[in-house]
C-alpha cells in the first residue's frame, strides 16, 4: 500500500460496525489461548482501544502472561516482554547511551520498552527505581535518556502483571504508577469446564494459538474511533460525580485525580464502539467504574483493619449516586 493511501485510510471515518466486528474478532482470537475469561478480555481490548496501559494482578499461573502475547498476536504487533527482578535496571527498560569509538560519539541503543506491546511480568518484582522508569513512555510516550528524548513505537501499550503484594520478594507500586494504568484487572482461577478443556487440550493435540486478526493501521484507527464517541453533558457529569465522592468518602485516604476522571471516560467510549454505539450511556460508565478507580484509592488505616475493601467502598459510593437517564 502506497503511503498516499495509508493516509487517506487514516482520515477516513471509521464505520461503528466495523469497530465492533474487529472487537469480537479478538476477543473470539484471544479465547483461543486463554479460556474462560471473556469478561476480563473484552476489558483488556477497552483498555488497548482507549489508548491505555492495563495492569493484571493475580496469583501466579492463571493466564496474565497468556492474555498479553495472545493480544500482540492478534494484531500483529511488535512487542517486548521485560521480567522484573530485584538486579533488574532502569537502563534495562528505557536504553542507555553507549560511547562509539570509532565515530567519537554517543550512541543511543533502544532498551526493551521500544514496542508497540510491552509486557512487564511481575512488575512489583523490581525496585521501585526501576519500576519508575515506565512512568515518563506511560505519559508521554517517550523516554529521556541524557537529556534527550526518543519516541516510542504508536500504538504503545504497557500490559504489566503483578502478584499480590502479600506474596514474598514484592513491592508494592507508587501511586503514581498505578495512576498510570488505565485499568486493572484480576482474572481469577478459571471454572471447571474451562479447567478441564485446558488438561485435555495439554494432554492431547495442543493448545490452539492466537493468530493475527488485525493489524497496527487499523488498531490506531479504532483507537481514534473510540476518541470520536459522543458523551452528553450528563454522563460527563455522572463522571465527575462518581471521582468526587471517592475524595469526600471518610474511608478513602487518596481519592481519585483528575487522570482517574479521564480514564474512567476514555474507556467508556471505548466500550461504547464495541458495542457499535456511537454514544456514551451511564452503564458503559458503571460497569467499568470499580476497574478504572479502585487501584488509584487508597483506605485509611481504620478501613483496612476493618476488612474493607477499595472495591466496596466505591460499590457502596456508585450505588447511592443517581445514575442520570441521557447517555446519547
Not at 11 to 17: G, K, L, N, Q, V
Not at 143 to 158: K, R, S
Not at 166 to 191: I, K, N, V
Request: glycine letters at 6%; hydrophobic letters at 45%.
Amino acid at each position: 500500500m502506497q503511503p498516499a493511501q495509508r493516509a487517506d485510510q487514516a482520515h477516513a471515518p471509521f464505520p461503528a460496525t466495523r469497530f465492533a466486528t474487529v472487537f469480537e474478532s479478538v476477543v473470539a482470537n484471544v479465547e483461543q489461548a486463554l479460556r474462560g475469561k471473556r469478561a476480563e478480555v473484552r476489558k483488556a481490548l477497552v483498555c488497548l482501544f482507549a489508548g491505555g496501559h492495563l495492569l493484571i494482578e493475580d496469583v501466579p499461573g492463571v493466564g496474565k502472561t497468556t492474555l498479553a502475547k495472545a493480544l500482540a498476536t492478534s494484531m500483529d504487533a511488535r512487542w517486548r516482554r521485560i521480567q522484573f527482578t530485584p538486579d533488574l535496571l532502569p537502563t534495562d527498560i528505557t536504553g542507555v547511551s553507549v560511547w562509539n569509538q570509532p565515530r567519537q560519539s554517543f550512541e543511543f541503543h533502544p532498551g526493551a520498552v521500544f514496542a508497540n506491546l510491552v509486557v512487564g511480568d511481575e512488575i512489583n518484582r523490581a525496585s521501585p527505581k526501576t519500576q519508575s522508569a515506565l512512568l515518563e513512555v506511560m505519559e508521554e510516550r517517550q523516554v529521556t535518556v541524557d537529556g534527550a528524548g526518543y519516541q516510542v513505537p504508536l500504538p504503545f501499550m504497557v500490559i504489566a502483571t503483578q502478584n499480590p503484594v502479600d506474596l514474598g520478594g514484592t513491592y508494592r507500586l507508587p501511586e503514581a504508577q498505578l495512576d498510570r494504568f488505565l485499568l486493572r484487572l484480576r482474572l481469577g482461577y478459571p471454572d471447571a469446564r474451562s479447567e478441564s478443556a485446558l488438561l485435555l487440550e495439554d494432554t492431547g493435540r495442543g493448545r490452539r494459538a492466537a493468530s493475527q486478526v488485525t493489524d497496527l493501521a487499523e488498531v490506531e484507527r479504532m483507537i481514534e474511533c473510540a476518541r470520536g464517541v459522543r458523551v452528553s453533558p450528563a454522563v460527563c457529569d455522572y463522571v465527575v460525580a462518581i471521582v468526587e465522592a471517592t475524595r469526600r468518602q471518610p474511608e478513602i485516604r487518596l481519592g481519585a485525580s483528575p487522570r482517574a476522571s479521564q480514564a474512567l471516560l476514555r474507556a467508556a467510549k471505548a466500550s461504547a464502539a464495541a458495542d457499535a454505539r456511537g454514544f456514551v450511556v451511564p452503564d458503559d460508565v458503571k460497569s467499568l467504574a470499580a476497574d478504572v478507580l479502585t487501584h488509584r484509592l487508597v483506605l485509611t488505616p481504620d478501613a483496612e483493619v476493618s476488612g474493607r475493601r477499595a472495591e466496596d467502598v466505591l460499590a457502596d459510593l456508585v450505588g447511592a449516586l443517581r445514575v442520570p437517564t441521557a447517555g446519547g
